[in-house]
Each structure stands twice: as structure tokens, then as C-alpha cells.
């Protein structure tokens, strides 16, 4: 017959619990290096301090009071800064490598000699020669923040570019800085007034000690089919049916590569020429006179996709800080359950015999 001790079955307390561990660690202290290592795992962690199978015991508090020093710092690993050894895939030469979108208030000047502070996503990238593990991309950031104090211009942008090429032993490297663009619009007749914002973005390039800078932006306008403007007026004329031309919102995306010996050529120029080009701008103030004139505007300037392109490229052409320059031009129809889209191109630069497959999806203005 079993006999149970209650004593034995109760739940032992938290100071039988300590007296218990304090004699264990009493025996440890007195024990062979063969008791030890004979004994239980869990016992002979328990006695130690730490937990069972030797894990080292870490702390899970955070140490607030700790200072990374320069000695510190040596003994931390650097694996993007590694051996060739430790490349993995094919060690061949990568032609960009960086950061994209962080983001932080830039000052820009403006042409009536005013500035305006920004929200702008920047993106940094630099080559990698084949034999280089990576790099450290917050010396990008930090190159960056270095000038980003400064109003930027494009001198400014290829201080920051050299900074970081030069931090990160690079031979190429690019810069692209992208921001809305706020300009005040007067509307048609009622001489309303609100801010159009246009997408921007500044890109600066140098490949092989060949620096290029280029300005791109998204200008947002109506496009009047003429065909459809055509065959209304004609089932009007003919038939006495009222009929209505389609038109729709259309974006072209104009990418100018700027001389470096021409004056500068400001945001709002490029705005100006774009809408001398194809004056069917997008309205942001619109009573009914406006909405009557915009009307009467498109019925003036009907064009297709091929149009508008033709019609940018002439202004571009003449203006003399313009090198080479590429349009795509996107109009997002309502006739067709699909886009009409152009690509026209001048010089070398924006040449390609292929096009990223999202581009024209990209060309959509977000009211």
C-alpha cells in the first residue's frame, strides 16, 4: 500500500523554491567537473544560471545606456563591403544599385525668384564594379542630407552625386529627385484663379565621365477626337441628329535633356511651352462660362495621339536649351475600352528598340 505524504504532494512555495536552488548551488560549488557534466542538462543549467542545453542566456532588456564606440564598431561585421568570395550569382558588372523614394522637404527656387519647399522622393544609384560585394546604401541618404539644406538647383544635385560616387568608389552614378509642382492657373473667362500641381522630376546622370541633366514632366490635357468631331457635325447637318464629339483627360510625359551652356530652363517654362503646344490644359476653376469656353477651346484644337506628339516636338525644337527630348503621349479614350498612345523621340538619349511594359500605365493623372 502507497502511503502519501501531504507535505510531498503540495505545491512547494517560493521560498522552498529558493532554499532548494541555493542548495544546488552550494553542491555545484563543490562539485567535480565530472559531476557537473555527468548531471542532468536542466540541473546543471539551472545551477549556472542559464538555460537548459548551454544556450547563453541573453538580455531582454535594451541596453539605453550603451555607446556604439570606434573600437566597437571595428569588430562589426560588413558583409556588402566583403570579399569577392562571398558574391553570389554571376560576377558581372550591376549598372545601377541604390535607394528609391525616401523622401524629405527640398527647397526649390522658382522663376519669379521666389522658393517653395517640396515634398520630394529621391532615388540614388550608383554602378557596381563586377568584383564588389555590394554597398552601404545609407551613404547615399547621407551624402544626400548633406546638401539638402542648400536650395537645389542642378549645380547642388551633382555636388550631392559626387559626394556619394566618391563615398562609395563608384564610376556612374544618378540622382533623381521628383516633387508636384504647384503653378496658379487662371481659368478661362471668369478669371478665377487655383494651383494647378504638375509631376516633375530632375534627373542627373553621369556615365563615364559624361555628365547629362534632364527635366522630366507629366502635363495633363483634353484631347477632342477630330473624327468623331467630323461625324457629328455632319449627323447634325445631315440628318438633324445632335451628336457630341468624345473627348477625354490625356496625359503626355515630356523628357528634355537640358544644355549645360543655355540659360536654365525654369519649371514654368517648360509648363508654358507645353501649353503653347496644345492649349486644351485640364481646368481648375470652372464656372459655366468656362465650361462653355473649354468646350469651345476643344472644338478649335481637335487632335490625335499622332497630333500631339508632332505638335510637342515642334515647340520643343525650337526652344535652344532643349537637346535631345523624348514624348509619350497617352489618350485615355471613351470611345474605345483601350488607349491611344505615341512615342516620339529626338536624339540618342531616349532612343530604345523596347519600352518597360508598365510605361503606358504610368501615364495616369490622379485627381
Not at 502635363?219 to 447634325?236: D, F, Q
Not at 473649354?294 to 472644338?299: D, H, I, K, P, S
Amino acid at each position: 500500500m502507497n502511503v502519501h505524504n501531504r507535505e510531498i504532494d503540495a505545491r512547494p512555495g517560493r521560498e522552498e523554491a529558493e532554499r532548494a536552488l541555493e542548495i544546488l548551488r552550494r553542491w555545484a560549488d563543490a562539485a567535480s567537473e565530472s559531476d557537473l557534466a555527468t548531471a542532468d542538462p536542466a540541473l546543471a543549467a539551472l545551477v549556472a544560471g542559464r538555460p537548459a542545453g548551454g544556450y547563453p542566456a541573453f538580455s531582454r532588456a535594451y541596453p539605453h545606456g550603451f555607446q556604439a564606440d570606434d573600437a566597437y564598431k571595428a569588430t562589426m561585421p560588413d558583409l556588402q563591403n566583403g570579399p569577392a568570395s562571398l558574391i553570389r550569382g554571376a560576377k558581372r558588372p550591376i549598372q545601377h544599385v541604390g535607394i528609391s523614394n525616401f523622401r524629405l522637404p527640398i527647397r526649390f527656387h522658382t522663376r519669379d525668384n521666389g522658393d517653395l519647399t517640396l515634398e520630394t522622393s529621391v532615388t540614388g544609384t550608383v554602378s557596381l564594379e563586377a568584383e564588389k560585394k555590394g554597398i552601404n546604401m545609407s551613404r547615399i541618404m547621407r551624402s544626400f542630407y548633406a546638401h539638402a539644406e542648400r536650395t537645389f538647383s542642378f549645380e547642388v544635385i551633382e555636388a550631392a552625386l559626387d559626394s556619394y560616387k566618391s563615398d562609395l568608389d563608384s564610376f556612374d552614378a544618378r540622382i533623381m529627385m521628383r516633387f508636384s509642382f504647384p503653378m496658379k492657373v487662371r481659368s478661362l473667362r471668369s478669371g478665377l484663379e487655383g494651383f494647378q500641381y504638375y509631376d516633375f522630376a530632375l534627373e542627373l546622370v553621369e556615365q563615364a565621365g559624361v555628365v547629362k541633366k534632364i527635366m522630366h514632366m507629366d502635363y495633363v490635357y483634353s484631347s477632342t477626337c477630330p473624327c468623331s468631331l467630323e461625324l457629328s457635325e455632319h449627323a447634325r447637318r445631315e440628318r438633324g441628329q445632335l451628336a457630341t464629339p468624345h473627348s477625354q483627360r490625356s496625359v503626355a510625359r515630356i523628357s528634355v535633356v537640358l544644355d549645360a551652356d543655355a540659360p536654365c530652363l525654369w519649371f514654368e517654362d517648360l509648363i508654358e511651352l507645353c501649353r503653347s503646344a496644345v492649349p486644351t490644359e485640364t481646368q481648375v476653376m470652372v464656372k459655366r462660362e468656362d465650361e462653355q469656353a473649354f468646350a469651345e477651346l476643344n472644338a478649335a484644337h481637335p487632335i490625335f495621339v499622332e497630333d500631339a506628339a508632332r505638335l510637342f516636338c515642334e515647340a520643343l525644337e525650337r526652344d535652344p536649351r532643349i537637346g535631345d527630348f523624348r514624348v509619350v503621349a497617352s489618350h485615355q479614350e471613351s470611345l474605345h475600352s483601350h488607349d491611344a498612345v505615341s512615342v516620339l523621340t529626338e536624339g540618342p538619349t531616349f532612343a530604345a528598340e523596347s519600352l518597360d511594359p508598365k510605361l503606358f500605365a504610368t501615364l495616369i493623372h490622379h485627381g
